[in-house]
C-alpha cells in the first residue's frame, strides 16, 4: 500500500523487537520522522545502526516519571502507535497479583500514560493525529490461561473507543488493531507447542497466522489518511478467527 507519511512525526512504543521494530522501519521508509521507544538500549543501538536517522527513547514506560521525563523534549508526534504490551500465562485458579499488575501496569497503564502525553501535545497544536492501539484477539474471545492478558486487552479496545470519542473532536482518530497469533517473541510465550498452535490453527479460517507485515500494513493504514473517517474501531488482523 503507497501511504506518504512525509512531513509525519511518529513515535512508537515497544519498538526494540517484534511488531513495534517494524513498525518503525515501515515509518520511517513511509517517510516519517520516528522516535522508536523502548526500554532495552541494546535494541535501540542495532535499531540505528539498520536505520542510522531513527530517533530513540529508552525509557520502562511503566515508570510514569520517567516516561514524562523521557518524552518532555521530543517535540511534535503527529502519530502514535502503542504497541509495548507483555504477556504471561496462567490458568485462572493461579493468577497472581504481581502477574496482574505487571500486564495492566504495561498494557493498560503505560498506554493511557503515553497517550496522555501525546494527546495534549496534538491537542495543543490542533492539528489533529492519528492513534493506533495494538490490542488482539484475546479482548475478544477467551483463550486459555490467558485470563489477564484477555482482560487487559479487552480494556484496551475500550480505551480505544473512549479515547476516540473524547479525542475526535480535536481531530485525533484513535483506532486499534487486534492481531491473531504473530511468530515474535511473544507468540512464542504461548503457541511453541504444536499442539496447541494446531488448534489454533484450526479455528483461524484463512489456516495460518498472521505474518509481522500484515499486522504492519493494517497500523500504517490507520495511521494514514487513507482512513481519514475511521475512528473508534478494534481492526481484527486475524484471517478470520473472530468471525468463526
Ligand atoms: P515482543 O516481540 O515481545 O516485543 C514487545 C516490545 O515491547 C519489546 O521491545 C519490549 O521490550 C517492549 N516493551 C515491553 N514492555 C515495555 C515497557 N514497560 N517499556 C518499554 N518497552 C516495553 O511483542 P510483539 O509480539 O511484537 O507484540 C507487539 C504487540 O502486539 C503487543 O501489544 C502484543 O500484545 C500484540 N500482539 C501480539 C501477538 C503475537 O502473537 N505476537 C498477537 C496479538 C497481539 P523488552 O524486550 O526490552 O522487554
Not at 12 to 41: H, N, P, S
Not at 124 to 139: D, F, L, M, P, T
Request: glycine content about 8%; aromatic content about 4%.
Amino acid at each position: 500500500m503507497e501511504a506518504s507519511l512525509a512531513c509525519k512525526r511518529a513515535l512508537v512504543t515497544g519498538a526494540g523487537k517484534g511488531i513495534g521494530r517494524a513498525t518503525a522501519k515501515a515509518l520511517l521508509e513511509c517517510g516519517a520522522e520516528v522516535i522508536a521507544v523502548t526500554r532495552t538500549q541494546s535494541d535501540l543501538d542495532s535499531l540505528i545502526q539498520e536505520c542510522p536517522k531513527m530517533l530513540t527513547a529508552c525509557v520502562d514506560i511503566c515508570n510514569w516519571e520517567a516516561t514524562e521525563d523521557a518524552l518532555k523534549d521530543i517535540g511534535p508526534v503527529d502519530l502514535l502507535v502503542n504497541n509495548a504490551a507483555v504477556a504471561s500465562l496462567q490458568p485462572f485458579l493461579e493468577v497472581t497479583q504481581e502477574a496482574f499488575d505487571k500486564l495492566f501496569d504495561t498494557n493498560v497503564k503505560a498506554l493511557l500514560h503515553v497517550s496522555q502525553i501525546i494527546a495534549k501535545g496534538m491537542k495543543c497544536r490542533g492539528e489533529g493525529g492519528a492513534i493506533v492501539n495494538i490490542s488482539s484477539q484475546a479482548s475478544q474471545c477467551a483463550l486459555q490461561d490467558h485470563a489477564v492478558y484477555c482482560a487487559s486487552k479487552g480494556a484496551v479496545d475500550m480505551l480505544t473507543k473512549v479515547m476516540a470519542l473524547e479525542l475526535g473532536p480535536h481531530k485525533i482518530r484513535v483506532n486499534s488493531v487486534n492481531p491473531t497469533v504473530v511468530m515474535t517473541a511473544m507468540g512464542r510465550i504461548g503457541w511453541s507447542d504444536p499442539a496447541k498452535s494446531e488448534r489454533m490453527l484450526s479455528r483461524i479460517p484463512l489456516g495460518k497466522f498472521a505474518e509481522v507485515e500484515d499486522v504492519v500494513n493494517a497500523i500504517i493504514f490507520l495511521l494514514s489518511d487513507k482512513s481519514a473517517m475511521i475512528n473508534g474501531v478494534t481492526l481484527p488482523v486475524d484471517g478470520g478467527f473472530l468471525a468463526s
